[in-house]
């Protein structure tokens, strides 16, 4: 430790850091545009300049490191003066436009001009003029006359996002920022350009013109997407959810939040919003009252329950859905005397375990590992501040390794990537495990072979201190889930690496702990949607042509049912084969609770009243549960619900549990072509699919079939190529894309999308074939 005198106080600091940390440190404020407390130090805006004793002049606060006994004075007369005459250049091409800026009143130059700026401007030149640029559908650049070349935005891309899409061209007055060769923004985590500009050059393109700063209301709420849980303010105007920006929390999601929690919130606003109850009759849809919808609703299942018994019941929801919803979704279906619910609905392997899977370690650990293997993920679109974190370990030095059927650039260096086609996944771990055993002269858990990419996966895992093995969405989706779970428990044992799941939903745990799958033997969402098990279905936050993990299965049995119940935010989806539409509020219009991928509960109230004669789900269960006479749904609060549901909240860390029973079973490949699905970023939920901001990026274009380069030989193909992807009686026609890298059997077909809901199992065997011209 160092000591300084930081303003007649002394003030004890680490060696190595700069002035700017001990001054935070001690609560003391220095005026600064360009450093930011999780970039790099640039020191190019100057306005942090100090009076440091000794030296011949002012000096940055942010690049200026402590030493023993410097003494430093950031109020004096030479520090202010050395402020106000860096402020003074900063305005002298300013443009006077604070009256129709989007970030006035919450922009820091506006803020220090007045502290440190003149009343008036001594220069009578013309101010410079940078032209705008269209860089997407979520950030503005329409004003970049208006930057003051802090770079923040800059260093973010290359040092958060890990992609630099921004860069500064040309010198001195005719500096600007701007895309390279004219491209667009694309990057998952862009929309945090936005916040951290100190200035209004880069605004938040859906959110321009719509509303000032003061007139907006301030309210916590949770990210209702992935399993990060990011804590999010959620800024509202007349009723209306307006915009929505990260809370900071270090434990969770840092100063950050993906574009999927940013621009979601456009869906809220949509046209497509269900407000009012419907049922279908004679074909033709009608609106009804609630009463008139849930008295039909009690009476079907009533009627399926005596025709069928209750194990022609079902419900099926998504972890989207709050701790609250669910279980009483749940409840409701048991009070009926079924066991069928889940919430699994992209999952093919249900092999069950022990406790609810989690992800192993506190989510701020990602950022200290050493070494991680990840599983079966599309790291950076499933979890974009997961993929963040792992990118801070990387440049601290860890090694990623990574298994998997793509070579998706994740923007951190991967120090080994072992690329196989997804039948030969647990084979890949198994090998790994052998390699394992041979360096530690254990037993093999499995017959494998210990080949060179094993061995320096193994060698990886083996070194280092902290350690994880972390199983993506596509790891638990897959059809040996269960032995990949067990293959990687052993690893984990053998190397001292926690085991973990990145989890694909924000209350995916949340899901498990509250039961929302079955407890006493009931059917599992893969046998639900499948066959015709069930003669009254209950969709809960559900889309099974876009959800599941077989569309073309999903629609037959649903389509087979007696009674399709459809409780969702949004009217389009289920109007083929719902009977009854019920409007429930998304998160924003709800109470509730999420429990993230580390096991953290997080609960939220709602930021504005339900749209239209929308209503809270956990009211419109507790409702429907009183009138099919089903007990325990007394409840007056949502807070109640929660309590019922997770109980003691002290004892959820010894219900989280990723240990296996199941048996490691290798399959051999069956040979022929397979398919790999990812779920873009943007078809994720009935929210993002609904959000017209981000269907208009680069991430949300229509799917393509991605083809190896074998393949693509084999048939013959030529750039803008199209083929005919076929599978379980489905079939899709798509355009081709050469992806050299893919392994020889392996198709990459997304899921999760209208162009491919026609197609089966998101892994399996597949069919494809040239089109030739004209044909469909």
């Given at each position: 430790?160092?000591?300084?005198?930081l303003?007649?106080?002394?003030?004890?600091?680490?060696?190595?850091?700069?002035?700017?940390?001990?001054?935070?440190?001690?609560?003391?404020?220095?005026?600064?545009?360009?450093?930011?407390?999780?970039?790099?130090i640039?020191?190019?805006?100057?306005?942090?300049?100090?009076?440091i004793?000794?030296?011949?002049?002012?000096?940055?606060?942010?690049?200026?490191p402590?030493?023993?006994?410097?003494?430093?004075r950031?109020?004096?007369?030479k520090?202010?003066?050395?402020?106000?005459g860096?402020?003074?250049?900063?305005?002298?091409?300013?443009?006077?436009?604070?009256?129709?800026?989007?970030?006035?009143?919450?922009c820091?130059?506006?803020?220090l001009a007045?502290?440190?700026?003149?009343?008036?401007?001594?220069?009578?030149?013309?101010?410079?003029?940078?032209?705008?640029?269209?860089v997407?559908?979520l950030?503005?650049?329409?004003?970049?006359s208006?930057?003051?070349?802090?770079?923040?935005?800059?260093?973010?891309?290359?040092?958060?996002?890990?992609?630099?899409?921004?860069?500064?061209?040309?010198?001195g007055?005719?500096s600007?920022?701007?895309?390279?060769?004219?491209?667009?923004?694309?990057?998952?985590?862009?929309?945090?350009?936005?916040?951290?500009?100190p200035?209004?050059?880069?605004?938040?393109?859906?959110?321009?013109?719509?509303?000032?700063?003061?007139?907006?209301?301030r309210?916590?709420?949770?990210?209702?997407?992935d399993?990060?849980?990011?804590?999010?303010?959620?800024?509202?105007?007349n009723g209306?959810?307006?915009?929505?920006?990260?809370?900071?929390?270090?434990?969770?999601n840092?100063?950050?939040?993906?574009?999927?929690d940013?621009?979601?919130?456009?869906?809220?606003?949509?046209?497509?919003?269900?407000?009012?109850?419907?049922?279908?009759?004679?074909?033709?849809?009608?609106?009804?009252?609630?009463?008139?919808?849930?008295e039909?609703?009690?009476?079907?299942?009533?009627?399926?329950?005596?025709?069928?018994?209750?194990?022609?019941?079902?419900?099926?929801?998504?972890?989207?859905?709050?701790?609250?919803?669910?279980y009483?979704?749940?409840q409701?279906?048991r009070?009926l005397?079924?066991?069928?619910?889940?919430?699994?609905?992209?999952?093919?392997?249900?092999?069950?375990?022990?406790g609810?899977t989690w992800?192993?370690?506190?989510?701020?650990?990602?950022s200290?590992?050493?070494?991680?293997?990840?599983?079966?993920?599309?790291?950076?679109?499933?979890?974009?501040?997961?993929?963040?974190?792992?990118?801070?370990?990387?440049?601290?030095?860890?090694q990623?390794?990574?298994?998997?059927?793509?070579?998706?650039d994740?923007?951190?260096?991967?120090?080994?990537r072992?690329?196989?086609?997804?039948?030969?996944?647990?084979?890949?771990?198994?090998?790994?495990?052998?390699?394992?055993?041979?360096?530690?002269g254990?037993?093999i858990?499995a017959?494998?072979?210990?080949?060179?990419?094993?061995?320096?996966?193994?060698?990886?895992?083996?070194?280092?201190?902290?350690?994880?093995i972390?199983?993506?969405?596509?790891?638990?989706?897959?059809?040996?889930?269960?032995?990949l779970?067990?293959?990687?428990?052993?690893?984990g044992?053998?190397?001292?690496?926690s085991?973990?799941?990145?989890?694909?939903?924000?209350?995916?745990v949340?899901?498990?702990?509250?039961?929302?799958?079955?407890?006493q033997?009931?059917?599992?969402?893969?046998?639900?949607?499948?066959?015709?098990?069930?003669?009254a279905?209950?969709?809960?936050?559900?889309?099974?042509?876009?959800?599941?993990?077989?569309?073309?299965?999903a629609?037959?049995?649903?389509?087979?049912?007696?009674?399709?119940?459809?409780?969702s935010?949004?009217?389009?989806?289920?109007?083929?084969?719902?009977?009854?539409?019920?409007?429930?509020?998304?998160?924003?219009?709800?109470?509730?609770?999420?429990?993230?991928?580390?096991?953290?509960?997080?609960?939220f109230?709602?930021?504005?009243k339900?749209?239209?004669?929308?209503?809270?789900?956990?009211?419109?269960?507790?409702?429907?549960?009183?009138m099919?006479?089903?007990?325990?749904?007394?409840?007056?609060?949502?807070?109640?619900?929660?309590?019922?549901?997770?109980?003691?909240l002290?004892?959820?860390?010894?219900?989280?549990?990723?240990?296996?029973?199941a048996?490691?079973?290798?399959?051999?490949?069956?040979?022929?072509?397979e398919?790999?699905?990812?779920?873009?970023?943007?078809?994720?939920?009935?929210?993002?699919?609904?959000?017209?901001?981000?269907?208009?990026?680069?991430?949300?274009?229509?799917?393509?079939?991605?083809?190896?380069?074998?393949?693509?030989?084999?048939?013959?193909?030529a750039?803008g190529?199209?083929?005919?992807v076929?599978?379980?009686?489905?079939?899709?026609?798509?355009?081709?894309v050469?992806?050299?890298?893919?392994?020889?059997?392996?198709?990459r077909?997304?899921a999760?999308?209208a162009?491919?809901?026609?197609?089966?199992?998101?892994?399996g065997?597949?069919?494809?074939?040239?089109?030739?011209?004209?044909?469909?």
């Amino acid at each position: 430790m160092v000591e300084i005198e930081l303003d007649g106080q002394k003030v004890q600091c680490q060696e190595g850091s700069m002035v700017m940390h001990a001054a935070e440190q001690n609560g003391t404020y220095i005026p600064h545009f360009c450093y930011h407390k999780k970039l790099s130090i640039a020191a190019n805006c100057r306005m942090c300049l100090v009076d440091i004793e000794k030296a011949p002049k002012p000096m940055p606060a942010c690049a200026t490191p402590v030493t023993q006994g410097m003494i430093v004075r950031t109020k004096s007369d030479k520090a202010i003066k050395a402020q106000q005459g860096v402020m003074e250049f900063l305005l002298i091409n300013h443009p006077l436009d604070c009256p129709i800026c989007d970030q006035g009143g919450e922009c820091q130059l506006q803020d220090l001009a007045v502290g440190y700026g003149a009343s008036s401007s001594r220069y009578e030149e013309e101010k410079r003029v940078v032209f705008k640029k269209d860089v997407g559908p979520l950030i503005s650049m329409q004003e970049m006359s208006r930057c003051i070349q802090c770079t923040r935005c800059v260093r973010f891309g290359q040092e958060i996002a890990g992609v630099m899409e921004l860069g500064m061209i040309h010198r001195g007055e005719h500096s600007e920022i701007t895309t390279f060769v004219g491209n667009t923004v694309d990057s998952e985590l862009s929309g945090n350009m936005i916040d951290i500009c100190p200035v209004g050059a880069l605004t938040s393109k859906p959110f321009r013109y719509q509303a000032r700063t003061w007139e907006l209301s301030r309210r916590k709420s949770v990210s209702p997407h992935d399993s990060t849980g990011a804590n999010l303010i959620v800024q509202v105007k007349n009723g209306k959810v307006l915009r929505v920006v990260p809370l900071e929390n270090e434990a969770v999601n840092e100063c950050w939040i993906s574009d999927r929690d940013r621009f979601s919130y456009e869906a809220l606003n949509s046209d497509q919003r269900l407000t009012k109850p419907m049922l279908k009759q004679g074909g033709q849809w009608r609106e009804v009252d609630w009463t008139t919808a849930l008295e039909y609703v009690a009476n079907g299942l009533k009627g399926v329950k005596n025709d069928h018994g209750a194990a022609a019941i079902g419900a099926l929801g998504t972890a989207h859905s709050t701790v609250e919803e669910l279980y009483l979704l749940g409840q409701l279906v048991r009070g009926l005397g079924s066991d069928n619910v889940d919430t699994r609905l992209r999952q093919s392997d249900f092999t069950a375990t022990p406790g609810a899977t989690w992800l192993g370690l506190p989510i701020a650990e990602l950022s200290n590992l050493d070494r991680a293997l990840v599983i079966g993920s599309f790291l950076r679109k499933d979890h974009p501040l997961f993929a963040s974190r792992l990118r801070h370990a990387a440049k601290r030095g860890a090694q990623i390794t990574a298994i998997g059927a793509t070579t998706d650039d994740w923007l951190l260096p991967i120090a080994q990537r072992v690329v196989v086609a997804p039948s030969a996944w647990a084979q890949s771990l198994a090998d790994i495990a052998v390699a394992i055993a041979n360096e530690r002269g254990v037993d093999i858990p499995a017959n494998g072979t210990a080949t060179e990419a094993a061995r320096a996966v193994a060698a990886s895992l083996l070194s280092g201190q902290k350690k994880a093995i972390l199983l993506g969405n596509a790891a638990v989706h897959h059809p040996q889930a269960s032995t990949l779970h067990a293959l990687a428990n052993w690893i984990g044992e053998q190397t001292g690496a926690s085991v973990g799941f990145l989890g694909e939903s924000a209350n995916t745990v949340g899901a498990q702990l509250v039961g929302a799958q079955p407890q006493q033997g009931g059917l599992n969402a893969g046998q639900m949607l499948s066959g015709n098990a069930l003669k009254a279905v209950l969709l809960f936050n559900a889309e099974p042509e876009f959800d599941a993990a077989n569309p073309v299965a999903a629609r037959a049995a649903v389509n087979g049912a007696q009674m399709v119940v459809s409780l969702s935010a949004f009217k389009s989806g289920a109007n083929d084969y719902a009977d009854v539409l019920l409007p429930i509020a998304p998160f924003s219009e709800t109470s509730g609770t999420f429990v993230n991928a580390e096991g953290r509960v997080q609960s939220f109230h709602g930021v504005v009243k339900p749209l239209g004669d929308a209503r809270p789900a956990w009211k419109v269960l507790r409702v429907l549960g009183n009138m099919l006479s089903i007990p325990g749904f007394e409840f007056e609060t949502s807070e109640e619900v929660r309590a019922a549901a997770l109980g003691d909240l002290a004892s959820i860390p010894a219900r989280l549990s990723n240990q296996s029973s199941a048996l490691i079973q290798l399959q051999g490949s069956t040979g022929g072509l397979e398919r790999i699905a990812d779920v873009p970023i943007y078809s994720a939920d009935a929210l993002v699919r609904r959000s017209e901001p981000l269907q208009q990026t680069a991430d949300a274009k229509p799917p393509v079939a991605s083809l190896s380069k074998a393949l693509w030989a084999e048939l013959g193909l030529a750039e803008g190529a199209q083929v005919r992807v076929s599978q379980d009686n489905g079939s899709a026609t798509l355009s081709a894309v050469l992806d050299a890298s893919l392994p020889a059997n392996v198709v990459r077909v997304p899921a999760g999308h209208a162009l491919t809901s026609s197609l089966g199992a998101q892994f399996g065997a597949i069919r494809v074939e040239k089109l030739g011209v004209g044909q469909v």
